[in-house]
């Protein structure tokens, strides 16, 4: 049974989208997601500036990214399990705390190798952090309003996301780049102290039994063995053999955890988290697009600094455009997949993805860093990746956990964050040496705007996999539930039992999880609640 706190407005489960006991836990698990958010993207914005000052080469400076997306992704879904068996708002408390600590590490670390091992720590707490928010607006909120609450907190963390380049130019202009993780400190002091009073703790009742140390350590090895080949492998810097030993080691790690998983009492990963074909359609285009966006997150801002001259400032400033998008149109995406289903959005949105980086290419050594040039070269692209970026952005998240169980939803947040990290370190780890970056090339400008193009045509191609992928395998008009039928013995519950989950629905009814759409016999407004289940209304 979850436990409660004195100051917890709402039990798990009950807590109304529009509300102010809704709005506490949408402060608290934002605030907390941003933090994660803010560096992946600040980061990037100060490469460039980081390299100089620490004398970084460019595979040292991809391993500052890729050292915490390596930790992230090893131990992502152990931290879901965790949140899901231990308590949701007691993991994420912890991931904040493990995450601020290895930031002030960052911030005074005196060389890449140092940054490099606290980045890695920060990884670890992002781990627990990162899975435990999506999981807490999941477990919180009343079934009928999930949906609302993934598209505000979509909404909201993608404008955290694409605030980030100009947050951190501006740390980077007037203070120092290690400014950008110190920021952290603060941040993080918010969301424990909001978590704690405000947000109500849940877990998974039916996790019972002892941890599956098993499952964990084969999960976390194999993830960790396949991220190492996924870095080191297109970068050619390790030996052979070593990269694939540890590609070896990584898919037989995940073959025996596939296995036992399969016959383990309280698996950490219950193989009915795989029951509903569209979470693995989900996944599946979360990969693929969010390999694509790695790229351009990870070269763009870097390429207008090395190549046009802009300022850290003026680089961050750039993006802006993305973060007005985000805010205007991603609640509205997801209240269109509510009425549409998400197979649209999701073919549309990686398919305007793709037209915004084939723009970029339009954008050359000798544009300059003026108003005009910005004007004509750089603002249709963004503009356009940004359209695309809003539209893909709720619809996934949203299908991807409204397809698992919803007394699994930690382990199903872990999945989907590992799967878009994984994603992302491929592309930072992958994309440099296909483009024909290394070495000194962020100081070189010609150089980088050679590989830069030639990375955007890579990246564009990925999201137009995508969005093929989209529409040939995820589902909007699914009538039946596609949970396991019920023993014959089992009494049929009374209709004022069901949730919206157990439903047929016209768009998507998961195995036991909740419809991008709710369904007719959805939980009825609670008393006072004035506010629509769709975001943005």
Known sequence: MADTHEDAAESAGTVVFRSAAGRWVMAATVLGSAMGFLDATVVNVALPVIGRDIGADVPELQWVLDGYLLTLAALILLGGSLADRYGRRRAFTVGTVCFMVPSVLCAVAPNAEVLIVARALQGV??????????????????????????????????????????????????FSWRWIFLINVPIGLLVLATTVRRVPESRDPGATGSLDVRGAVLATAG?????????????????????????????????????????????????????????????AVTFVVYAALGGVFFLLVVFLQTSLGYSPLNAGAASLPVTLLMLALSSRAGALAQRVGPRVPLTVGPLLLAAGMLLMLRIGADDGGGVRDYAVSVLPAVLVFGLGLATTVAPVTATALA????????????????????????????????????????????????GFHTAMLITAGLAVAGGLLAWATIRS??????????????????????????????????????PLRPAPSATPPADGDTGSAEPGT
């Open 403 to 450: 397809a698992a169980p919803a007394a699994h939803s930690g382990v199903a947040s872990g999945v989907n964050n590992a799967v878009s990290r994984l994603a992302q370190l491929a592309a930072v780890a992958a994309l440099p040496p296909l483009a024909g970056i290394g070495g000194r090339d962020f100081q070189d400008p010609r150089a980088l705007a050679d």
């Open 125 to 174: 707490g992002a781990a627990l952090l990162t899975p435990g928010s999506l999981a807490l607006i999941q477990a919180t909120y009343r079934p009928v309003d999930r949906a609302a609450a993934i598209g505000m907190w979509s909404a909201l963390t993608g404008v955290a996301s694409a605030l980030g380049p100009l947050l951190g130019g501006w740390l980077i202009d007037a």
């Open 477 to 514: 008009d699914v009538l039946e539930t596609g949970r396991p039928a019920a023993p014959e013995a089992a009494p049929e519950p009374a209709p004022a039992e069901r949730g919206p989950a157990t439903e047929p629905c016209p768009y998507e009814c998961p195995v036991a999880g909740t």
């Open 223 to 283: 993830l960790a063995g396949v991220t190492f080949a996924l870095i080191e492998g297109p970068r050619g810097q390790a030996p052979p053999w070593l990269t694939f030993t540890a590609l070896a080691l990584g898919l037989g790690a995940l073959a025996e955890f596939a296995r036992t998983e399969r016959r383990a009492a309280g698996p950490m990963l219950p193989p009915g988290v795989f029951g509903a074909r569209q979470f693995l359609s989900a996944n």
